[in-house]
């Protein structure tokens, strides 16, 4: 379990796979940058099964409010095989939760906890060009915006641009 200012990380629990069922196939409270996919509920399930959705080379981990409920996820994954780099995606799954700073704090955890755990030279974020949220979480927690990648995401029908923003181990720890 991580500890922050407002929120906690903690490990997915074989009692909450439920609720993240149901809050996985929610895709119109996703806002409009999450991507919309979804897995079937066989495939969501044996994931959690094969290893509680957590290995050294991807995880998921709960965010868990004050007051102890689930108002979000973390997942750390890595993005090419020839790159020691791991990429962050969050969401929280409720409006009520925005503005809360629960975001910033989830990432500044899972990012020291996994330059401390992992041989990862740098953590990278891909945002959306109209993401002015995650844009600020990304300048809060002490990422760099290095430039954009060209109709790199495919969302909604259409390709669009994303900025990627970094954080080097020396910047951290």
Not at 111 to 139: C, G, K, M, W
């Amino acid at each position: 379990m991580l500890t922050g200012d407002r929120i906690r990380l903690r490990p997915v629990e074989a009692d909450d796979i439920d609720e993240l069922w149901r809050r996985h196939v929610e895709i119109d409270n996703r806002g409009d940058y999450y991507p919309r996919g979804i897995a079937s509920q066989v495939t969501f399930r044996k994931r959690f099964q094969d290893n509680g959705l957590w290995s050294r080379e991807e995880g998921t981990l709960l965010i868990v409010d004050p007051g102890d409920a689930i108002v979000g996820h973390i997942e750390h994954f890595r993005t090419v095989s020839y790159l020691d780099e791991a990429e962050l995606s969050y969401q929280l799954y409720d409006r009520a939760s925005d503005g809360k700073g629960y975001v910033s704090d989830a990432v500044q955890l899972l990012v020291r906890y996994l330059f401390e755990t992992r041989p990862l030279s740098r953590i990278r974020l891909v945002i959306h060009p109209d993401n002015l949220a995650s844009q600020r979480v990304a300048q809060k927690c002490g990422f760099t915006r290095e430039g954009t990648m060209r109709q790199a995401w495919f969302h909604r029908g259409r390709h669009h641009d994303v900025q990627v923003w970094s954080i080097l181990r020396g910047e951290v720890l």
